[in-house]
Every structure is written in structure tokens, then in C-alpha cells.
């Protein structure tokens, strides 16, 4: 950076307040229109590592499962246009996942705004509805408090996305220095008129269900619900594709809400008398269409949740406690005991349904995935960090591997294909020394594979399993089960996946029947760089 100190470049700006809010990586596509910023971060290549990445969806994706793991905005720059378009589908996958993300855009010059420039897209219209806070800077001196207020927007309150716009000549422009600052967030704690409201509740439950969901839970946050359910004999369901909140091995863990899911999960959450409801936001998968507890059984909701906007958004709210969630769970810990009757049993009951279900069921087929899950339960640490692609494969590692605290689950929860791979790069990259498992469909593979290229030349080492099964598998069960007889669109041709793998010099293999996935699940797992299993499936 320059050695002037007293002006800066809106490009040094830029990058003095990504070191001073700890930025470790920046997962982007290079392009013209934010060289300057490029170029400042040349001089802090020590400090901050720039993974430049195959597609701007690629880079968003990595950025995501970076800030999920940090508990901290992941940070991804993109070029204007194309570029900005391209990482609309990540933006959209940390929003709807509550993900901090901070996503730097570069813009034409300021006095071409407004004429459709080469590559022109107005940011504040286009990303308005997918993400959190859009704001474009057009004065150099401006820079610096953009950037700290992308961040706190970001993190605070409901985590989301935030996208600063920033026109080239901006970047270039220099002006009187404004020191980087980093805005400290203040957690809101439950009021003690709230809590007791709260207790009220639970005093007589006789049925109580908490639902635990949100983007970002830290290992303390998780282990004191661990605590409160624990002490109160609650069960515990986790919203959609956030399984790792609560330790599965627990006798309080019921499972999970959302697509895939047991069938008695339903049943048995709609008996429940009072239903505490932390961090989730009682979307659409996990309430099955909006559908659970819409019905005559007298029940209470007490809804904890960063934003006031959510609460009460889609049902009806009894208490509702606007709150840090992890300064709720633990005020929740040190509460002690607050449900009066005896709910053992009723916890039970939910615990020994998600036991019935979670065991994967007896098949025939060459080649069982039930199988490959039980052995990657088996073979991984606890640590582990498994990341889901969409699809209809996902339900074998949603329902059937297990997960003990947050962080080791990563999957979109608005069902973006492409996620698997680029989620366990970032990941793997994030933390080099934890196994990364990324589990992808045949479809998902091809639209995001080619970040294997950015695992090559960065040293990431995930294990990425491919169920192929030749066909847009979700896609395929719908027509069928909508328009029977009359499926199109669906198959798929693909390559060898595990070729695919060895020609950027990655471990490759493929498995066809399940007797050869432990010896090779081994050797991929001892080799020195990435690899790619490719699962040859029928079905599913």
C-alpha cells in the first residue's frame, strides 16, 4: 500500500478494513473494474490469502462456508456485470441461511453510471430483494465507513449478505485517510419481563418442544441448549439442514424439520402443548408448507430471534424476545429447571422415533448408501465438516450421518444445486487441518465441479463423493409422481468423474457396489490433495 499516510486510495481503504476486521481470506474472479483493490491487497498478501476462484458463484459459495464456520462475514469480491450477476445465486443461499457476507462488486466509472455501460448493471435495483443492505459508494473518503457498516450490518442482528458497489474511478481516487474502525456489536440479553413471560410457559408444559435453527451458533451457544433441554427433559428438533446445533447423540435430539425428514416427526411435534422456537425462522421446509400447527391444539409459541421483522411473520407469536441468540441460550442455561411436569416420557417418544429412523434401512441394491453412511460415521472425527449439495441423495447424509456441534454441517437452505463442492473447498480452506467431506449429486457436480481446479492449486484436500445416478433425480420424482409415464428432461450424460478428478492431478476412484467403498474411502482420505469418489448409483 502506499506510504504516503495522509491519503489513500479508495483500493487501500478497501483493504485497510478487511485487516481490521481479521479477514484470513478473500474468495473472488478478478476483474478490471476493481484492480485497484487487487493491487492493494498484493501488499497484504502476507495478512490475507486471495483464492481466486473458476465462477463468481464458486466464490460467493466459499464465502459462505467460510463466514458459517468463522462464526464472522466471509468476504468475496466480483467484477461488475457478468460477474455480479453470477454471484446473485450465493448471495442468495446466505440470505435465506442467515450467513454474514460482505461481497465487494466492482462498478463502471461515475460518469458513465446511468448511459448502460459495457458491463452496467444498477446494483442497488438488481440485488435489492436477495440480500440484506445494498449501498454504492461514489466519493474515495466515503470508503472506509461503508466498509464498516457493511460489516456490522452484516453480522448484526439477523446475519445476512450485504453488497458494496464501488466504481473503478472511485477505487483509484484518492483522499484524506479515514482510519479503518470496527463497529462492536452489543448483544441484546432476554428481559426479565420477557424470561418470566417465558417461564410462564414452560411451567406447566406438559409436552414442550424446542426447535433451535439461525445461521451462526457457536460451540458455547450450542452446548448451553445442550444444557437447558438436558435439565428441563425437553426435546430438541433442529430446523432444516442445521442438524449440528444439537449433539444427535443426545437423548433430548428428536431430528430435524424440513424436506426428508421421518414422517412421525410431524405427528409428534403438532402434539406438542408449547413450543420454543430459538433462532429458527419457521420457514417453509421446516414447518412443511407452513402447514405444522395449523390446527385447534391449544399451544403457546415463544419466539427468540435477532430481528423483530421475523417474529410473528408466519404464525402467530405468544412471546415474542428479540435477542442474541447466544446470550439467550445462555441465560436459558442458567435458568435452571423451569418445566414443572414430568416430560420425560414425551421426550422420549420423540427421541426413539428419530432413533427408529435414523438407521438406514436394509437394501439390495449393489451399491448402498445407507452403508456409506455408517461407515463415514465410523471412519470421521467428530470435527469433521460435511458439506450438502441439493438434491434427492441428500437425504442420506441429512438424515443418517450423525453431527455433535456446530459447524460440521453445511448445506443450502434454499436448495441451490452447485453448492457441495465449492462449500467443502472453502471449508477445507478455512481450516486445512479438519477432514472436509463435500457429498454432491451427479447434477450439482457439473454445475460447480471445476472449483476442483481451485482445491489443486491452493492445497485444499476435501473428499468430494459423487452419487451419480445419471438423472436429475428430484426432478425425475416429481414428474412421476405428478405426470406419471412422462418424464423428460431428466437424464443426465456424464463424464468420469473420477478421471474428472485425476486430470487436475487429484485422488480419483469410482465405486459400484458397496463392498469396495471402505478400502477406498482409506486411500482417499490418505491421499496428499483432494479427492473425488464417484458413488455409481441406481436410483435415489
Keep these: 500500500m502506499s506510504a504516503n499516510n495522509s491519503s489513500i486510495s479508495g483500493g487501500e481503504a478497501v483493504v485497510e478494513a478487511l485487516l481490521a476486521h481479521a479477514v484470513a481470506h478473500v474468495f473472488c474472479v478478478p476483474g478490471e473494474s476493481y484492480l485497484a483493490v487487487l493491487d492493494a491487497l498484493h501488499d497484504a498478501r502476507d495478512a490475507i490469502e486471495v483464492i481466486a476462484c473458476r465462477h463468481e458463484s464458486g466464490a460467493t459459495i466459499m464465502a459462505c462456508s467460510n463466514a458459517r464456520l468463522r462464526g464472522r462475514a466471509g468476504v468475496c469480491m466480483v467484477t461488475r456485470g457478468p460477474g455480479a450477476t453470477n454471484a446473485s445465486i450465493g448471495l442468495h443461499i446466505a440470505r435465506q441461511a442467515s450467513i454474514p457476507l460482505v461481497v465487494i462488486v466492482g462498478q463502471v466509472a461515475r460518469e458513465q453510471l446511468g448511459r448502460e455501460a459495457f458491463q452496467e448493471v444498477d446494483y442497488e435495483a438488481f440485488f435489492a430483494p436477495l440480500v440484506k443492505h445494498v449501498e454504492q459508494v461514489d466519493d474515495a473518503k466515503d470508503v472506509a465507513d ?70 451462526i451458533w457457536s460451540d458455547a451457544a450450542a452446548a448451553a441448549l445442550v444444557a437447558f433441554a438436558a435439565t428441563n427433559d425437553m426435546p430438541v428438533c433442529t430446523a432444516f439442514r442445521r442438524h449440528d446445533l444439537f449433539d444427535n447423540e443426545h437423548r433430548c435430539f428428536a431430528g430435524y424439520l424440513g424436506y426428508g425428514a421421518h414422517d412421525e416427526v410431524w405427528d409428534l411435534a403438532a402434539e406438542s402443548d408449547c413450543v420454543l422456537v430459538i433462532g429458527a425462522r419457521l420457514d417453509e421446509p421446516t414447518t412443511r408448507g407452513y402447514t405444522l400447527f395449523r390446527d385447534d391444539h391449544e399451544r403457546q409459541f415463544v419466539h427468540i430471534y435477532p430481528s423483530a421483522d421475523e417474529i410473528g411473520l408466519n404464525y402467530a407469536v405468544d412471546v415474542p424476545i428479540v435477542a442474541d441468540i447466544s446470550a439467550a441460550a445462555e441465560q436459558l442455561r442458567d435458568g435452571g429447571r423451569i418445566v414443572a411436569n414430568n416430560v420425560k416420557p414425551w421426550c422420549a417418544r420423540l427421541r426413539d422415533a428419530w432413533c427408529a429412523a435414523a438407521t438406514p434401512p436394509p437394501s439390495d441394491a449393489p451399491l448402498d448408501p445407507g452403508t456409506v453412511m455408517a461407515l463415514l460415521n465410523a471412519r470421521l472425527p467428530d470435527d469433521a465438516i460435511v458439506t450438502v449439495d441439493a438434491g434427492n441423495f441428500s437425504r442420506w447424509p441429512q438424515r443418517y450421518r450423525r453431527y455433535r456441534r456446530p459447524g460440521r454441517l453445511l448445506a443450502p437452505i434454499n436448495g441451490a444445486m452447485g453448492f457441495g463442492v465449492p462449500a467443502a473447498v ?74 474428472f478428478a485425476q486430470s487436475f492431478g487429484l485422488f480419483g476412484a469410482q465405486v459400484n457396489c458397496t463392498s469396495q467403498f471402505a478400502a477406498t474411502l482409506d486411500l482417499a482420505l490418505a491421499a496428499p490433495t483432494a479427492a473425488v469418489i464417484e458413488l455409481q448409483i441406481d436410483g435415489y
Excluded at 185 to 210: C, F, H, M, N, Y
Design 426 to 499: 472453502g471449508a477445507a480452506l478455512t481450516y486445512p487441518q479438519r477432514q472436509v467431506v463435500g457429498c454432491v449429486g451427479d447434477g450439482g457436480m457439473l454445475m460447480t465441479g471445476q472449483e476442483l481446479a481451485t482445491a489443486a492449486q491452493y492445497g485444499a484436500r476435501p473428499l468430494i463423493l459423487v452419487f451419480n445416478n445419471c438423472r436429475y433425480g428430484t426432478i425425475e420424482m416429481h414428474q412421476d409422481q405428478r405426470y406419471p409415464g412422462r418424464r423428460i428432461a431428466t437424464a443426465l450424460q456424464n463424464p468420469d468423474f473420477a478421471a
Design 146 to 215: 461503508a466498509m464498516r457498516r457493511a460489516f456490522a450490518c452484516a453480522e448484526g442482528g439477523r446475519p445476512g449478505p450485504v453488497v458494496l458497489a464501488l466504481p473503478e474511478d472511485v477505487l483509484v481516487e484518492r483522499s484524506k485517510r479515514v482510519p479503518a474502525r470496527v463497529q462492536a456489536a452489543i448483544p441484546k440479553t432476554i428481559g426479565r419481563d420477557e424470561l418470566g413471560a417465558l417461564q410462564r410457559r414452560l411451567v406447566r408444559s406438559e409436552r414442550p418442544l424446542i426447535i433451535a435453527g439461525g445461521g
